[in-house]
């Protein structure tokens, strides 16, 4: 197999990896001041588990990126229309995600490949 013909998810380093950058992303973002200057976000922080946190989006980047795992937990609509993040903090929520990637060096046509990914969600995320 070449590597063009490797799922990203493959490419990742299957779950493992994936969930290392995960527990590193979620541990910047539940602290990040900019963000939980939103009261609505700072109470979303508070009131569910990390560990828990951490599971849903392992299996839902797992899924999103081809692996096997099935993503079991609420549409991004559904667990941040409340929320009303806004474009400021949802540009805050990418630095930490770069910075994760950066940290674990994910090569750069993952990086661009997993943003894509991302950016596909920020209609349900951010208030318009």
Not at 39 to 54: C, N, P
Request: charged share 25%; hydrophobic share 40%.
């Amino acid at each position: 197999m070449t590597q063009n013909s490797l799922s990203i998810y493959e490419r990742l380093g299957g779950v493992y990896s994936i969930a290392a950058v995960v527990d590193d992303f979620i541990d910047r973002i539940m602290v990040n001041p900019a963000l939980n200057a939103n009261a609505k976000v700072d109470e979303a922080h508070h009131r569910v588990s990390k560990a828990g946190f951490k599971y849903l989006v392992t299996e839902m980047v797992c899924w999103a990126t081809g692996g096997p795992q099935k993503y079991t937990g609420k549409s991004m609509r559904e667990s941040h229309e409340h929320l009303a993040i806004t474009e400021p903090e949802w540009q805050v929520f990418l630095q930490d995600f770069q910075d994760s990637l950066d940290k674990f060096q994910v090569p750069q046509a993952e990086q661009r490949e997993l943003f894509a990914i991302v950016a596909s969600t920020k209609r349900d995320i951010v208030v318009p």
